[in-house]
């Protein structure tokens, strides 16, 4: 990768830094910042939703709205308690250079980040879902989901927040059959659909992104009826394909009985009764409900194979060929979380494709160890890398860092303009579904194709 560095210019830009700049859209007036080479609009509503009820898509706001600052993030943990006792999320919160202070909101916390190279017309764009197990994290979290890096490359960047854990799973079989979450990301893209033109992006041309349970996410974009014709790519990192055998969609019976247990602790029949409560309450009583069985635990904050949002179980989907046919990149790290099982689904996900003359899947395997300690290809370590942020952590990252990130950028951006991953100068990043199931190997070398033999994380 010698040499694909770039320098970009700090200095002797057109403007001011952080100067004001004003665009109109559909919605109306927005005030955001004007960056060296593009704009960022930060906190822009794009749903409103009391708790538990479906989100209503903003379609306009009065007077000039303020989106020059980070919008709330969705109700969570670090709302209510000052730090994580679980060492999974003290881990991914100290990975972070600067530990922000977020506000929080139930109704307001529906918002998306937005960043547009100067002068766009036309652009393709992309949408991200944060990961954190449909439990925690925001579009904001450690500003590592930044879109300077695409912005570059001619692509919009959307990063969208969707609600989470008590406040997306609420359950009674009839009136609230949970999958808030993914409501609020189909909310998102249609927001996007009816306003990105305004931004300079083209609204045809949307490739929907995630990690972890953003990636979950978008899988499960590709199996509902009501995401069909909002996005036309699909990246999922760290756990894209069929992960029913790891409960998503998960059966709602598991959310019924939560649901149940939370309303005897208030003596309600139901869940209407709970609408007064505080949200600490509301999530308290959620959250010790999970605590009582392993599945509960596991299972309590996915979305749900309701009938509706998902219409059927994916493997019936899949049969009816009801599925989404896009173009997709599917990734995993080397000590991820579930590694085999996720390099399994992206195998899976990769020969339905091809035995059934889909489109294209892409596999990539991150190898490059995050330097700093012995924590090796982790969960997640993609993303400093795919967004170009890695000076947003403490970790001391190298040359063969950046240039690995410049690779990684140059290949993404490639997919959601054409389709395909590409960039000019680097090696062809050949489909799995070319039946020899290459994945594209991200380390310190040069990119290449290889087979991985994935191993279960010690």
Not at 36 to 52: L, M, N, S, T
Not at 87 to 116: M, P, V
Not at 142 to 162: D, F, H, K, P, W
Not at 425 to 444: A, I, K, Q, V
Request: with cysteine; aromatic share 14%; net charge negative.
């Amino acid at each position: 990768m010698s040499g694909r560095r770039k320098n970009w210019p700090t200095v002797g830009c057109k403007h001011k830094p952080n100067s004001f700049h004003y665009l109109d859209t559909p919605c109306g007036r927005l005030r955001g910042l004007r960056k060296q080479d593009h704009f960022e609009f930060k906190g822009v509503p794009f749903a409103y939703a009391d708790r538990w009820e479906d989100p209503q898509v903003v379609e306009h706001w009065e007077g000039v709205y303020d989106a020059t600052g980070p919008g709330a993030h969705c109700c969570q943990y670090l709302q209510f308690y000052s730090h994580y006792e679980d060492q999974l999320n003290a881990f991914y919160n100290e990975q972070y250079a600067d530990k922000e202070l977020y506000r929080y909101s139930e109704r307001d916390g529906l918002n998306l980040n937005i960043w547009t190279p100067e002068g766009a017309k036309d652009l393709p764009v992309a949408v991200f879902f944060h990961g954190g197990s449909f439990k925690t994290g925001g579009n904001s979290t450690g500003n590592i989901n930044e879109g300077a890096g695409y912005c570059r490359r001619g692509v919009i960047l959307v990063s969208a927040n969707y609600r989470l854990n008590a406040f997306a799973t609420a359950w009674d079989g009839c009136h609230h059959r949970g999958n808030y979450a993914i409501k609020d990301q189909i909310a998102a893209l249609t927001w996007v659909r009816n306003n990105i033109a305004a931004f300079g992006g083209d609204p045809s041309r949307v490739t929907i992104m995630g990690e972890s349970a953003g990636a979950m996410s978008v899988q499960l974009l590709l199996y509902t009826p009501y995401a069909r014709g909002l996005f036309r790519g699909a990246v999922m990192m760290s756990g894209g394909g069929d992960l029913t055998g790891r409960g998503i969609p998960a059966d709602p019976k598991w959310s019924r009985e939560i649901w149940k247990t939370v309303l005897r602790r208030y003596g309600a029949r139901e869940l209407g009764e709970l609408t007064r409560l505080e949200a600490k309450e509301i999530f308290d009583a959620w959250t010790d409900a999970c605590k009582i069985s392993p599945e509960w635990a596991s299972y309590g904050a996915y979305p749900v194979l309701d009938g509706d949002v998902i219409p059927d179980h994916p493997a019936k989907l899949r049969a009816n060929g009801a599925v989404a046919d896009v173009p997709c990149i599917i990734g995993i790290t080397g000590r991820d979380l579930i590694p085999e099982i996720l390099h399994n689904a992206a195998l899976d996900w990769a020969a339905y494709h091809a035995e059934n003359g889909r489109s294209p899947v892409y596999g990539y395997y991150m190898e490059r160890p995050a330097p700093g300690d012995d924590a090796g290809a982790y969960h997640g370590c993609d993303l400093w890398y795919a967004f170009g942020t890695l000076g947003r952590s403490w970790r001391p990252y190298t040359e063969t860092d950046w240039r690995l990130s410049d690779v990684m950028l140059d290949y993404f951006a490639g997919f959601i303009r054409d389709g395909a991953p590409h960039g000019a100068g680097l090696p062809e990043w050949t489909p799995m579904t070319d039946g020899r199931n290459y994945f594209l190997r991200f380390s310190e070398a040069p990119p290449e194709m290889f087979c991985p033999a994935v191993r279960s994380t010690p």
